[in-house]
């Protein structure tokens, strides 16, 4: 009965022995064929598909075995975009006081070959009037230039007509002007630049060709998009901002442009930036609603910080039309600055002059081109070189 009962646990031993070696062999086998966790750096396996006959197009291509798992993505994330960095203000100058020579020669040119003619006549002055007209200088500023110019190169006898134009060029466009550009706040509040004119003048390119000069004087910046008139503005704007790291704070379309501004100049004061600037709308198609508009940003952006630049922007190719819109501007807001834009493509330099008269607001930024970098300060006596190089 013993020897029976050893025989009967032997053998259940040796069948638990049996199964548990099958089990772990199975076990193994699986474990053998699972692919591992996908591993940084890891050349991914090549499957080298099987040749086969081609397989009609419409053929429905039925895999040998369902994949056991979803295959692992690795997703990486996508590099930072490099920032720009802005040209700093020296070479910009050098570099677009050529482009600006460029522009303004026949004017220049003009002026200087009339002076230069050993007698001028009656006919000569009417054609310096003439020069001067067509270039927009206007028609006060053009009389009491050429009166000066008499006076000096007749009745007193002349002198070099360069130097004598240069001088009195320079006077007449104001050289002991300030047209440094505030961008400071008081006490730890941002400087807040409200940047107006007509759309298409120029404003959201050069809102953003401000706020390089800013980055490349090493200064924090903030942007506001409250040109919500049109959603391009602020997409634009966007893309400015982003080229050199810059916030740029938006709205939907259509909305508050005051609220919007309200904003950004609230997120300026919260990260400590040193500016806030504020792209606005320019429509123009009713007076009353323009002021209104421009009005209100002003007023409930000072609730905040106060405003300290409000820079008007103006087509320099535009002319007498120009000079109308600058006038409904400063009516609606207290320009303290204007930006002359596209001066690379008018002949026409006289509308510095003209335009600081209308309005008794200095010019303190020309733009030079569509370029990031083409915008420069205004200086009269380099302005002046320029035209007379
Ligand atoms: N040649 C030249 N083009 C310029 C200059 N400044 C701006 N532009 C171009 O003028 C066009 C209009 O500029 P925007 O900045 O869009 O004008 P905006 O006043 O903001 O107009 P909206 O966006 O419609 O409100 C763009 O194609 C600019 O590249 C400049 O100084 N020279």
């Not at 199975?26 to 396996?45: H, K, N």
């Not at 677009?96 to 200087?112: I, P, V």
């Not at 508009?293 to 905040?304: A, T």
């Not at 600055?337 to 008269?357: E, F, H, N, P, Y």
């Amino acid at each position: 009965m013993d020897s029976m009962l050893s025989l009967i646990i032997g053998i259940a031993v040796v069948a638990c022995l049996l199964v548990g070696l099958v089990v772990g062999l199975v076990v193994s086998s699986r474990r053998g064929s699972r692919p591992g966790p996908p591993v940084e750096g890891d050349a991914p396996a090549t499957t080298v598909p099987p040749a086969q006959a081609p397989v009609e197009p419409d053929a429905e291509v039925v895999p040998d075995e369902a994949p056991t798992q979803a295959p692992v993505e690795t997703v990486e994330e996508p590099a930072a975009p490099a920032l720009d960095v802005p040209e700093p203000a020296s070479s910009r100058l050098v570099r677009l006081r050529q482009r600006l020579a460029g522009s303004q020669n026949a004017l220049g040119k003009g002026l200087l070959a009339l002076l230069s003619r050993d007698r001028i006549d009656e006919d000569t002055w009417e054609s310096i009037e003439d020069t001067l007209l067509t270039a927009d200088v206007g028609v006060a500023a053009t009389t009491e230039l050429v009166e000066k110019l008499r006076t000096r190169l007749r009745v007193e006898g002349g002198g070099d007509a360069r130097q004598v134009l240069r001088e009195e060029l320079v006077a007449l466009i104001g050289a002991d002007v300030d047209r440094s550009l505030s961008v400071s706040g008081a006490g730890e509040d941002p400087g807040v630049v409200l940047v107006v004119g007509v759309n298409g003048a120029g404003k959201t390119t050069t809102v953003g060709k401000i706020a390089r000069i800013l980055v490349a004087e090493q200064r924090s910046v903030v942007l506001g998009a409250a040109d919500t008139f049109r959603a391009a503005a602020a997409e634009q704007l966007t893309t400015w901002g982003d080229r050199v790291g810059v916030p740029v704070v938006r709205g939907e379309e259509g909305s508050d442009p005051a609220a919007v501004a309200y904003r950004a100049v609230d997120a300026g004061a919260e990260q400590g930036a040193d500016t806030v600037l504020v792209d606005t709308a320019g429509r123009l198609q009713n007076k009353k609603g323009l002021m209104d508009e421009l009005g209100k940003v002003k007023r409930v952006v000072e609730k905040k910080a106060a405003v300290t630049e409000t820079l008007l922007v103006l087509d320099a190719t535009t002319g007498q039309n120009g000079l109308i819109q600058a006038r409904v501007f400063a009516e609606a807001v207290d320009v303290s600055g204007i930006v002359l834009t596209k001066l690379d493509g008018s002949a026409k330099g006289g509308i510095v002059v003209a335009v600081q008269r209308e309005l008794g607001v200095p010019v303190k930024l020309v733009g030079l081109g569509e370029g990031a970098d083409d915008l420069a300060p205004f200086e009269p006596g380099a302005f002046v070189d320029a035209l007379l190089s």
